[in-house]
């Protein structure tokens, strides 16, 4: 909004810009959306005093729904925190919402674009400036029929190993009975859930946070594809172990791979579809040779006179 008293994060160091936010747009969404979000969900919630008041803090969440993020952010602000969401930059443009976005200081992400990068260079300077950072790193939500996490992309261990951020592994449960993930499998308990928006009967927000990944051990290595992959199946890890907590139940020994199911489902349809070509060339092949076939004839009739057939031989005496 124009004309709005710009805040700046407090970390913001002497010549180097801060993360700018408007503390207009901070207080309307929380005048709007705090009480809104007591009256319409209940709370389970557990592990508030893990997210640390102050400093630059990543918080890495599972995500199920998408109203998962309203629950998470209900949860960290009443932590103490104000949550910085990553967003699709598409959601910018959107009248008013893309003002709400702007003037809370959320950043955009530009996944089809050159500059892609700018959203890491937006997420660090976050940091550095003290910002609460909330972090999907399955990317999507989760493709996995029982809902566990799936594989994790390297964006936030990057982002902690970078800036020396503390990671705070966060698990939700209960936002998929709200509004169920309208992409999800169709199969397993994401096949049995209704789609749509279920309000009521209230639904209640399971939410639980754990102390700070340890990551020491990555420090001063080279960020390179090794490295980042074992921290982010470390954050995963833990985010899993805190769900099965919530669900009463024992997390998968392996996690899903929504990349490698697609790239195998992508094998079979291809497979299908080559065996499908061959078979189809195979009766095309028959049928063109079926075609091309002449039946055997009797050779020609004897001469004939009067128009009469000449007589057929005998059969020799035996």
């Given at each position: 909004?124009?004309?709005?008293?710009?805040?700046?994060?407090?970390?913001?160091?002497?010549?180097?810009?801060?993360?700018?936010?408007?503390?207009?747009?901070?207080?309307?969404?929380?005048?709007?959306?705090?009480?809104?979000?007591?009256?319409?969900?209940?709370?389970?919630?557990?592990?508030?005093?893990?997210?640390?008041?102050?400093?630059?803090?990543?918080?890495?969440?599972?995500?199920?729904?998408?109203?998962?993020?309203?629950?998470?952010?209900?949860?960290?602000?009443?932590?103490?925190?104000?949550?910085?969401?990553?967003?699709?930059?598409?959601?910018?443009?959107?009248?008013?919402?893309?003002?709400?976005?702007?003037?809370?200081?959320?950043?955009?992400?530009?996944r089809d674009s050159a500059d892609a990068a700018?959203?890491?260079?937006?997420?660090?300077?976050?940091?550095?400036?003290?910002?609460?950072?909330?972090?999907?790193?399955?990317?999507?939500?989760?493709?996995?029929?029982?809902?566990?996490?799936?594989?994790?992309q390297t964006g936030a261990a990057r982002m902690?190993?970078?800036?020396?951020?503390?990671?705070?592994?966060?698990?939700?449960?209960?936002?998929?009975?709200?509004?169920?993930?309208?992409?999800?499998?169709?199969?397993?308990?994401?096949?049995?859930?209704?789609?749509?928006?279920?309000?009521?009967?209230?639904?209640?927000?399971?939410?639980?946070?754990?102390?700070?990944?340890?990551?020491?051990?990555?420090?001063?290595?080279?960020?390179?594809?090794?490295?980042?992959?074992?921290?982010?199946?470390?954050?995963?890890?833990?985010?899993?172990?805190?769900?099965?907590?919530?669900?009463?139940?024992?997390?998968?020994?392996?996690?899903?791979?929504?990349?490698?199911?697609?790239?195998?489902?992508?094998?079979?349809?291809?497979?299908?579809?080559?065996?499908?070509?061959?078979?189809?060339?195979?009766?095309?092949?028959?049928?063109?040779?079926?075609?091309?076939?002449?039946?055997?004839?009797?050779?020609?009739?004897?001469?004939?006179?009067?128009?009469?057939?000449?007589?057929?031989?005998?059969?020799?005496?035996?």
């Amino acid at each position: 909004m124009s004309g709005a008293k710009q805040g700046v994060a407090p970390s913001q160091e002497e010549g180097r810009p801060g993360h700018r936010y408007s503390p207009g747009w901070r207080k309307l969404t929380i005048v709007i959306l705090r009480p809104l979000l007591f009256g319409l969900l209940k709370r389970d919630w557990r592990g508030r005093g893990n997210v640390p008041r102050k400093g630059g803090v990543i918080i890495a969440a599972n995500h199920i729904s998408e109203s998962d993020p309203l629950a998470l952010a209900h949860f960290v602000y009443e932590s103490g925190r104000y949550p910085v969401y990553l967003a699709k930059s598409t959601l910018f443009g959107v009248r008013f919402i893309g003002a709400v976005l702007r003037g809370t200081g959320q950043i955009p992400v530009y996944r089809d674009s050159a500059d892609a990068a700018l959203a890491l260079r937006d997420a660090e300077k976050a940091l550095l400036d003290g910002e609460c950072l909330m972090f999907y790193p399955e990317g999507s939500c989760t493709r996995d029929p029982e809902l566990w996490p799936m594989t994790g992309q390297t964006g936030a261990a990057r982002m902690a190993l970078q800036t020396g951020a503390k990671v705070v592994p966060v698990a939700s449960w209960g936002a998929h009975e709200l509004m169920p993930y309208k992409k999800g499998e169709q199969k397993g308990l994401a096949g049995s859930l209704k789609k749509g928006v279920h309000p009521l009967p209230r639904k209640t927000m399971r939410v639980i946070a754990g102390p700070p990944v340890d990551l020491s051990r990555y420090a001063g290595l080279p960020l390179d594809r090794d490295t980042l992959r074992a921290a982010t199946d470390d954050i995963m890890a833990a985010i899993t172990a805190l769900l099965g907590e919530l669900r009463g139940e024992e997390p998968p020994s392996e996690p899903f791979d929504h990349h490698r199911v697609l790239e195998e489902r992508r094998r079979a349809a291809q497979a299908e579809a080559d065996a499908g070509a061959a078979k189809d060339a195979g009766a095309a092949k028959d049928a063109g040779a079926a075609k091309d076939a002449v039946p055997e004839q009797a050779g020609p009739a004897g001469p004939e006179s009067g128009g009469q057939r000449a007589a057929e031989p005998k059969a020799a005496d035996s």
